[in-house]
């Protein structure tokens, strides 16, 4: 799983300048990314200007060359850092380049809402499918359609026969053994759509080996991907052992970076943002419907209830009678921890996805049970600190984490891990639930960020969709909105409470009568227009000032990622070059290079998808040198 790099839904704090993008770390020496997309004295239309203007609205810089990128080829491997918005490039370049849809994302099941909050944000009105074990593909649904790596054989058939226009498969390391069933299903689908755009998401592209990349590979259609035994030998150090083939290793990795020039595009949080800052991500995940609604339920009937008898402090707020309020706090309490109980599963898959990345993780809840479930899963590479851990032991176990490479997660209640302690080696902060005092999240975020943090702080809060969860998110977003108001020198103070006397002031401004269904069956929509309406509440009570980010970021857009887009939606780019044979100089191959990927007529890149030719062509292009003895400009 992955955050999505939103303005308003990724919150940046103490912004400056962003850089100019670049676009991987991968070789010392290379031209910029839209130096390579076309030469630089290519004419670019005003037209696809316009376009690439339009299309750049609320990205930051490195969102923008990465749509160029997306943009330039039907069929690609996007590797950013986990926080860099992989997710909006997606849908941004796959709406444009297949515009009638339909489109189809396929990924865990833990960010399947996630998708579809993205797809609304990017696409407001979009229609939106998702599909579950026992929800089916819709027939004859042009709009998105999201489903999960783990139902994709139980639905193969009606994938198969729908027309999709565009295939987003997500976290694609999930398919990183290309004998795996699930593997073969993705390629299944993007054999019987052989027109369709692929987009490859990953984070993590070579999670242990670069065998795994091999899958990626096949499902964007690429040369490396036609003979794994040739990739093996190649770059996997493959020996054989008398019984078979062993592909654990690693060779030629320098030449491996080069050939992945054109079809993988990665870049780090630190190459491409200018913010040591925090950016902070609110994860939409499924629980069970049952914990969702059932808990959920509970804390609006009773807050109903306590409402009635409700009177106003001195500030005007509505707040319920004591007794009522006591047991409204005991009832929320329940509803919170099974609900976070619900969400570990959907933590532990995206801590591991921080882990496969190199990252060390720190996650914080209220709740000592799923604290320990958290500690329990990732065993000795985990530490716990709770507030039965003795003050002697604290220490120790921060030391730990602090030094010990080994040591990879640090499992923290929120308020006996939030404070005091120093968590910098740490730039990954994963909330597994929401607290209602704000001030909480903000202390616990700094264990990261703090003096001696050099790199950008990542913090993903998890989010139970249709929970009580989303209205604690909203009331934390805008507090958090107010507080950097005053430290702006925008606003002069923040209103005093926390969410729960939010929570309760709002319930007197809810529509009369949304308690009341006249149909029992009515319930489930009753309760969907409860949380809606509470965030709009939440939104206009916070009065919180409006988000100038994305005209900000808008303005200072560096020309050369605009050129990139313009370029790329000018249309496709390739030129010919000629190499002539080392056996026999009477005959010659023909080379075609298309956005930095290159092929070769000759017979060995036929059978392998690479050769000589090409591999000494590719390495001068994405170098800047000169050409190689032997090939020439056709």
């Known amino acids: 799983m992955r955050a999505g ?70 069929r690609a491997i996007l590797a950013d850092d986990m926080g860099l918005g992989k997710t909006r490039q997606s849908i941004v370049a796959l709406v444009e380049a297949a515009p009638a849809g339909p489109w189809l994302v396929v990924c865990p099941a833990s960010v399947k809402q996630n998708w579809a909050r993205e797809i609304e944000l990017a696409q407001p009105g979009a229609a939106v499918h998702i599909v579950g074990s026992s929800q089916p593909p819709l027939e004859g649904h042009t709009g998105w359609t999201i489903v999960n790596y783990d139902v994709l054989s139980k639905h193969q058939q009606a994938l198969d026969d729908a027309p999709w226009q565009g295939l987003i ?43 795994d990349l091999f899958p990626l590979l096949q499902l964007v259609g690429h040369p490396m991907g036609r ?22 290793g690693a060779s030629n990795l320098k030449d491996l970076r080069v050939e992945l020039h054109g079809v993988m595009l990665r870049r780090t949080k630190d190459e491409v943002l200018d913010l040591p800052p925090k950016v902070r991500s609110w994860l939409s995940v499924e629980v069970p419907e049952t914990t969702a609604r059932q808990e959920t339920r509970r804390v609006l009937d009773l807050l109903l209830r306590a409402g009635g008898g409700a009177v106003s402090n001195a500030a005007g707020r509505r707040l319920a009678p004591q007794g009522e309020r006591a047991r409204l706090l005991a009832t929320l309490i329940r509803a919170r921890l099974k609900i976070a109980k619900a969400k570990v599963p959907s933590t ?4 591991q996805g921080a882990l496969d990345q190199g990252e060390k993780v720190i996650v914080f809840t209220s709740f000592d049970e799923p604290a320990k479930q958290l500690a329990t899963h990732f065993g000795e590479q985990a530490v716990l600190l709770t507030g039965a851990t003795r003050q002697d032991r604290r220490q120790k176990l921060v030391d730990r984490f602090q030094s010990d490479p080994d040591v990879r997660v640090f499992v ?10 120093n968590l910098t080696e740490a730039r ?34 998890m989010v139970a969709a249709g929970t009580v969860d989303e209205f604690v998110r909203n009331a934390l977003t805008f507090k958090a909105s107010l507080v950097e108001a005053v430290v702006e020198g925008t606003r002069e103070d923040v209103p005093d409470g926390d969410v729960l006397q939010l929570l309760e002031h709002l319930v007197g401004t809810l529509s009369p009568g949304i308690a009341t269904p006249t ?11 409860w949380l809606h309406e509470l965030a709009a509440a939440a939104r206009a009570d916070a009065d919180a000032p409006a988000d100038t980010a994305a005209p900000a970021i808008l303005r200072d857009l560096p020309q050369d990622a605009l050129l990139a887009l313009a370029r790329a939606l000018g249309g496709p780019v390739s030129r010919s070059y000629r190499a002539t044979s080392s ?19 000759c017979p060995g890149f036929e059978y392998r998808g690479a050769c000589s030719h090409a591999r000494k062509l590719k390495a001068a292009l994405s170098s800047g040198q000169d050409l190689p003895n032997g090939i020439t400009r056709d």
């Open 519 to 529: 149909d029992p069956d009515d319930r489930d929509q009753v309760l969907d227009r």
């Open 348 to 351: 532990i898959e995206f801590v």
């Open 428 to 461: 990954q902060v994963v909330f597994n639930d929401l607290d209602w005092v704000p001030a909480n999240h903000w202390q616990a975020e700094d264990r990261a960020y703090r003096i001696g943090q050099t790199r950008t702080v990542n913090v993903s809060y």
């Open 583 to 601: 056996s026999d100089p009477s005959k010659h191959y023909k080379l075609e290079e298309d956005n930095g990927d290159v092929t070769c007529s």
């Open 5 to 74: 790099g939103l303005p308003g839904e990724r919150k940046l704090l103490r912004r400056s300048a962003p850089l100019w993008c670049k676009e991987s770390n991968m070789t010392s020496k290379h031209p910029k990314l839209s130096e390579r997309l076309l030469p630089p004295s290519a004419e670019v239309r005003e037209e696809a200007l316009l376009r690439a203007e339009r299309l750049a609205r609320g990205l930051f810089s490195h969102q923008v060359e990465g749509v160029a990128f997306l943009l330039a080829r039907r």
């Open 412 to 421: 923290a209640n929120l308020i006996a891990g939030g404070v005091g302690i």
């Open 227 to 248: 003979s794994f035994l040739s990739f093996a030998k190649r770059y996997c150090d493959a020996t054989h052992n008398g019984f078979g083939w062993v592909t654990d």
């Open 169 to 211: 498969f997500d976290e694609a390391h999930f398919l990183k053994n290309h004998l795996s069933k699930r593997s073969k299903l993705a390629r299944g689908l993007v054999d019987g759509h052989p027109d369709a755009i692929v987009h490859c998401l990953t984070g993590t592209p070579l999670t242990n080996r670069p065998r």
